[in-house]
């Protein structure tokens, strides 16, 4: 059973850094696109970044190129998403996600089979 559980959402003020974790567990040796997505009130789920297991290409949502960046460790245990240049639009729920993929990067399209129970990130003016 994969699990994901996301940390290290909170409030910042406008300009500011935050770096969100996502503890991953029970991943086989296979391919998997893990990434981010959020949602605040009202609004449609957004996607964020998104990470090749054991690769480095990553996609990212057009409303963050620039000021955040995926990564994930070598063991595949933990997703990071650091955010530089926060503003007050980025304010949301923030969702871990991953999905077993052949595509030698990681689509933000289609269907994510598992999802975190999310973090929430707070961006004052």
């Not at 009202?42 to 955040?68: M, N, P």
């Not at 639009?89 to 975190?116: I, N, P, Q, R, V």
Request: include cysteine.
């Amino acid at each position: 059973q994969v699990t994901l559980v996301e940390s290290g959402g909170g409030s910042v003020q406008a300009g500011g850094s935050l770096t969100l974790s996502c503890a991953i567990s029970g991943v086989d040796d296979g391919r998997y696109c893990m990434a981010w997505f959020r949602q605040a009130p009202g609004k449609e789920r957004e996607e964020v970044a998104g990470i090749l297991s054991g690769g480095r290409i990553t996609s990212y949502g057009d409303s963050v190129k620039g000021r955040f960046t995926i990564s994930h460790d070598s063991a595949k245990t933990t997703l990071f998403l650091q955010m530089n240049s926060l503003k007050p639009e980025d304010s949301a729920m923030y969702y871990c996600a991953a999905k077993k993929t052949l595509l030698t990067y990681c689509s933000l399209k289609g269907t994510f089979t598992y999802w975190g129970q999310g973090t929430q990130v707070t961006v004052s003016p």
